[in-house]
C-alpha cells in the first residue's frame, strides 16, 4: 500500500539508479511523481478489425499472433510477426528490438496499438496482453514529458502500478469537494494518468486545481494571522513635505491616495505587508520613492529590489533625480562589495540585494514585479521584520486579492498621469503591413531616435500544426533587417540570447540606438524607453488583454502619441471581437475582467514572462473553481493539510 508522502524509493520497481535520476528532477515522492502529469494522450481507444483499419489512423488491433521472425539487414536487427482476426492477416514490424520475438507467443491473442502505413502493417506498434485494464494499448494512453530521461512505458507502468495499490482511504475532506461536484483525490489522479474518458481529464484536473487553490488561501489566511502577531517594526513618523518640491510633475490623485495609505501603514508598529499594483507607467516608482524618504529622513534604510540588472539601474538614476535629498546607494553583484553602511540610505539593487539584507536591516523593503523573484530569495528576508511593499503592473483582480492575496493590503494606482495621452490602437489585416513599414520608414527618417517595436509570441518559427502560423522573431527579424537595415539600425531582444548580448542591445536601446526592434514579450517587464513610439504586436491572438494592453503601455511614454498595430493569425470573429476591446478601453483592470469573463480566449497571468508559474494546476481565469475552492477552505478544519502541495509559500511578499 502506497501513501501520498511514501519515499519513490519504497516503490517496488524503483531501484537506487531510477531513485536517483527521479530524485535529480526533484521527485522524492509519490505524490511528486503523481504530479507529473501527462503531457497529452495518445487516443488508442479505437478498437477496429484488421480489414477495416485505416492507414494513418491512431487504433487498435486484437490479434493472435500467427508467427514471429528475427534478422539483420543493412547492419540493423529487425523482428517481423505477423497476426490475424476473423477479418485478414497484418504484417508487423520493429527494429533493433530483439524481446519482441520473445515476448510475443505463437498462438495467443494480444493488443496492437499504433497506426497502419499507406501500404499496410504497422510500424512499431505497442502490444499488451489482452485485459480491460490496459496501460499502453486500447485505451486514452498517457505521453509523460521526455525531459526525465525515461522510457513512456515505465513510466506508465510505475504509475500504474502506484496508482493500483494507493491508499483507498479517502480524507475526511473529500465530502467537502464532492460538495462542490469535485471527484476524489484518487480518483482524479488515476483518471489524469489514465482516463477513462476526455470529459473526466478536465474534472480530474479540476480537483487538483481546486486543492491548490484551497492550499493557497489557507496559507494566505496563515501568514496574514502570523503577521498580524509581529509588533516590532519602527513607526515611521511623517517628515514635512511629504511631497519634496524636487518632483517635477504633479502627481495624480491616485498616487496621493495610495502615498496616504502607505505612510498611514508604515506609521504602525505593526509591519506593513502592501501591495500597490497600477499599469505600467503609472508612476509606482515615485510611490515607492516618498515612502522610502520617509524612512530616511528619520535616520533609518530602506531597500527597493529590482528583478534585473537594468531595471536595478534605472531606478536608481531616476531615483536620485526625483529625490536629490535623499542618497541613493546602486546595489549590483559587481558592487555589493564596495558597499559601505555608514548612514541610513536608500539601496536600489537586484536581488544582490538579498545578502546585504541581514546587515542593512532596512525598515522598508520593496519589491518591484517581485513574482520574479524565487522562493530562496524570499528566504533571505523572512528573518527581516520590516514593512514590505511589493509593486507589480500586474492587474490583480478583486476576487484574487480577497482569497489568494488575503494576506496583504491591497492598494490600487488607478490613472495614468494626466499629460500620458492613450495611445491610439488598430487592427490591420495582413494586406496592410508594407503600407505599415513605410509609414514607420517615414517616422524614422524624420526623427533618428525613433523607436518602433514588434513583439512576437515566439523566438524561432514552430514546425508544430496549430502553431506554425505564430509569428517568431527570427523570422520577422530577417524580414526587418532587409527592409530597413543597413540604412536604419535594426536590433533583436530575446530571452534565448546570452546576458551578454542582452546587455549590449539592451545598452544600444537605452542610448536610442535603435530604431526597428524585433522582440519577444521580454519587453513587457517594466523597462522604460522613452522614444518608443510604435508597437506592432504580431499573432496577437496569443495574449490576453490584460497582457496587450501592458505590452501597449511600453509606448508614448515620453508624452508623445504612441501608436500600436495589432497583426493577428486568427480570423475568428469572437477573437476580433476580444481584440477591439482594446480600441475602445484603456483601464488595465477593466481589460483584466474582460480576460477572466473570456475565460480560455486568452490567460490573464499564463505567459511566463509574468512569472507567475507556480499555479500549477489553477487557472487564474476560472472564478468558478476559485470561488468553489473558497467555498471548500472556509469549511475545511483547522488541522487540514494538502497531503499533494506541501512547500507551497505565500504568493508575493509575506511573512512565512
Ligand atoms: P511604473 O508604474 O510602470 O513603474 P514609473 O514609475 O516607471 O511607472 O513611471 C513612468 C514614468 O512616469 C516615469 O518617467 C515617471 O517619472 C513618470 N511619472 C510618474 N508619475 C507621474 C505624474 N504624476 N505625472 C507625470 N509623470 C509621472
Ligand atoms: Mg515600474
Redesign the pocket.
Known amino acids: 500500500m502506497y501513501r501520498l508522502d511514501t519515499p519513490l524509493a519504497a516503490v517496488k520497481g524503483i531501484g537506487p539508479q531510477l531513485q536517483a535520476t527521479f530524485s535529480e528532477h526533484g521527485l522524492l515522492f509519490v505524490r511528486d511523481l503523481l504530479l507529473q502529469l501527462p503531457n497529452r494522450y495518445n487516443d488508442l481507444s479505437k478498437q477496429v478489425l484488421i480489414a477495416e483499419a485505416l492507414p494513418g489512423e491512431s487504433l487498435t488491433i486484437r490479434g493472435t499472433v500467427v508467427n514471429t521472425s528475427n534478422y539483420f539487414r543493412g547492419g540493423r536487427s529487425i523482428q517481423r510477426a505477423t497476426i490475424s482476426d476473423a477479418t485478414g492477416k497484418l504484417d508487423l514490424l520493429w527494429f533493433n528490438a530483439h524481446h519482441i520475438t520473445q515476448s510475443l507467443i505463437k498462438g495467443q491473442e494480444y493488443f496492437f496499438s499504433g497506426s497502419v502505413g499507406s501500404r499496410g502493417g504497422m510500424v512499431h506498434p505497442s502490444f499488451e496482453k489482452i485485459s480491460d485494464n490496459t496501460i499502453h494499448t486500447n485505451r486514452l494512453v498517457p505521453i509523460y514529458t521526455s525531459t526525465l530521461g525515461i522510457q513512456q512505458g515505465r513510466v506508465r507502468r510505475l504509475c500504474k502500478h502506484i496508482l493500483e495499490f494507493l491508499d483507498k482511504e479517502t480524507a475526511p475532506h473529500e465530502s467537502l469537494f464532492a460538495g462542490q461536484k469535485l471527484p476524489s483525490l484518487r480518483t482524479a489522479l488515476s483518471e489524469l494518468h489514465f482516463p477513462s474518458d476526455e470529459e473526466l481529464v478536465i474534472t480530474a484536473r479540476e480537483r487538483l486545481a481546486a486543492e491548490e487553490l484551497v492550499t493557497l488561501i489557507r496559507q494566505a489566511k496563515k501568514s496574514k494571522a502570523l503577521w498580524a502577531k509581529l509588533h516590532s517594526a519602527p513607526a515611521i513618523k511623517e517628515s514635512k513635505p511629504i511631497i519634496p518640491p524636487s518632483i517635477p510633475?504633479?502627481?495624480?490623485a491616485s498616487?496621493q491616495t495610495t502615498i496616504g495609505e502607505i505612510l498611514v501603514d508604515i506609521g504602525r508598529t505593526q509591519p506593513m505587508n502592501r501591495l500597490l499594483t497600477?499599469?505600467?507607467?503609472?508612476?509606482?516608482?515615485?510611490v515607492a520613492g516618498i515612502a522610502a524618504r520617509q524612512v530616511i529622513n528619520q535616520g533609518l534604510s530602506a531597500c527597493l529590489v529590482a528583478p534585473t540588472k537594468v531595471l536595478a539601474e534605472q531606478h536608481a538614476k531616476?531615483l536620485k533625480k526625483?529625490f536629490p535629498d535623499v542618497p541613493v546607494t546602486l546595489v549590483t553583484s559587481a558592487q555589493r562589495k564596495k558597499v559601505i553602511l555608514d548612514k541610513p540610505q536608500f539601496f536600489v539593487g537586484t536581488h544582490a540585494l538579498f545578502s546585504l539584507l541581514a546587515e542593512i536591516n532596512p525598515v522598508l523593503l520593496i519589491y518591484?514585479e517581485q513574482h520574479r523573484f524565487g522562493v530562496k530569495q524570499r528566504l533571505a528576508e523572512s528573518k527581516l521584520i520590516s514593512h514590505r511593499l511589493t509593486?507589480t503592473?500586474t492587474p490583480i483582480p478583486r476576487s484574487l486579492s480577497l482569497s489568494l492575496f488575503a494576506h496583504l493590503d491591497h492598494s490600487q494606482?488607478t490613472e495614468l498621469?494626466?499629460?500620458?495621452i492613450p495611445t491610439k490602437t488598430w487592427i490591420l489585416p495582413a494586406a496592410k503591413r508594407a503600407k505599415l513599414y513605410d509609414w514607420i520608414e517615414t517616422q524614422v527618417a524624420e526623427n533618428p531616435q525613433y523607436l518602433a517595436i514588434l513583439v512576437c509570441p515566439f523566438i524561432d518559427q514552430s514546425k508544430e500544426p496549430g502553431l506554425a502560423q505564430i509569428a517568431a522573431a527570427n523570422v520577422r527579424f530577417k524580414e526587418i533587417k532587409k527592409r530597413f537595415g543597413p540604412k536604419y539600425k535594426v536590433g533583436i531582444l530575446h530571452g534565448r540570447q546570452s546576458p551578454a548580448e542582452q546587455q549590449e542591445i539592451l545598452a544600444k536601446l537605452f542610448a536610442q540606438e535603435i530604431n526597428v526592434l524585433v522582440s519577444t514579450p521580454i519587453v513587457e517587464v517594466?523597462i522604460?524607453l522613452?522614444q518608443a513610439s510604435a508597437l506592432v504586436i504580431e499573432s496577437a491572438e496569443q495574449y490576453g488583454l490584460a497582457s496587450l494592453h501592458q505590452l501597449r503601455?511600453r509606448v508614448g511614454?515620453a508624452g508623445q502619441q504612441g501608436y500600436c498595430y495589432l497583426f493577428t493569425s486568427s480570423a475568428g470573429q469572437a477573437n476580433t471581437k476580444r481584440l477591439q476591446q482594446l480600441l475602445t478601453t484603456t483601464d488595465g483592470h477593466k481589460l483584466a475582467e474582460f480576460d477572466l469573463a473570456n475565460r480560455g480566449a486568452g490567460n490573464l497571468f499564463s505567459t511566463a514572462q509574468h512569472g507567475f508559474s507556480f499555479l500549477r494546476f489553477a487557472s487564474w481565469t476560472n472564478l468558478t473553481l476559485l470561488s468553489q475552492a473558497r467555498v471548500i477552505e472556509e469549511q475545511l478544519p483547522q488541522t487540514w493539510r494538502s497531503s499533494l502541495f506541501l512547500d507551497q509559500k505565500p504568493l508575493l511578499a509575506t511573512a512565512n
Open positions: 510633475f504633479t502627481l495624480t498616487q497600477g499599469d505600467v507607467g503609472s508612476g509606482k516608482t515615485v531616476t526625483l518591484d509593486m503592473a494606482i498621469p494626466l499629460d500620458r517594466g522604460d522613452p503601455g511614454r
